[in-house]
């Protein structure tokens, strides 16, 4: 099994996001978990990557030529995709996981996150995704979540498909434990 992890590449302001996703990538290798990531040594991508290899685990990182110089793409994973784009990227690192778990990260995190839920509610995957709210880090965007499922855009099934745990063992428990909800493709749906 692979997890795609979307995460910082800062590492944000407080200890406890370095901690976080030092404790994760500890916790993917121990459980024989691989991870996949955006191939990078910075911010809380290194810190992750460098935290499944210490633990004797599986990293598989995947970075666009046009980051490599920013990112500074990471020579001691076991393996390293380069790609064009940053669509290739995201679809390769989709293709290559069973599951997709995100944490503390900017805009480009969001995104990712995102386009994998929204991936989930369309239909074109049956994959775990998960947010893992590290110090009430997402309390907003879960409330604001709560407030479009409230307001009629958002159906309470397709919230139930984003798994929000505040503990990285829970999470990991959630996602091996995932069955996928049966539902016919959203854009088949009558009652959206």
């Not at 911010?43 to 004797?56: K, Q, T, Y």
């Not at 990112?71 to 069973?98: C, P, Y």
């Not at 386009?115 to 604001?144: I, M, N, T």
Request: hydrophobic share 45%; glycine share 14%; charged share 20%.
């Amino acid at each position: 099994m692979r997890i795609c992890v979307y995460l910082g590449s800062s590492a944000g302001t407080l200890p406890i996001y370095r901690q976080a996703a030092e404790q994760f990538g500890t916790l993917l290798a121990k459980r024989g978990i691989g991870l996949v990531y955006g191939g990078g040594t910075v911010g809380l991508m290194g810190v992750i990557a460098d935290a499944v290899c210490s633990a004797g685990g599986e990293v598989i990182g995947v970075i666009p030529e046009a980051l490599r110089a920013r990112e500074h793409d990471h020579q001691g994973i076991s393996e390293l995709h380069v790609v064009q784009t940053m669509h290739e990227r995201k679809a390769l690192m989709a293709n290559l996981a069973d599951g997709f778990v995100t944490l503390p990260g900017g805009i480009g995190t969001f995104e990712e996150m995102f386009e994998a839920w929204c991936w989930s509610q369309l239909g074109y995957h049956a994959k775990p995704v998960g947010l893992l709210d590290v110090g009430g880090f997402y309390s907003g965007l879960r409330d604001f979540i709560d407030h479009v499922v409230s307001q009629g855009f958002l159906q309470p099934r397709h919230r139930a498909m984003l798994l929000v745990e505040k503990d990285p063992e829970a999470m990991l428990d959630r996602i091996a434990g995932f069955v996928p909800p049966e539902t016919e493709h959203w854009l088949g749906d009558k009652d959206v």
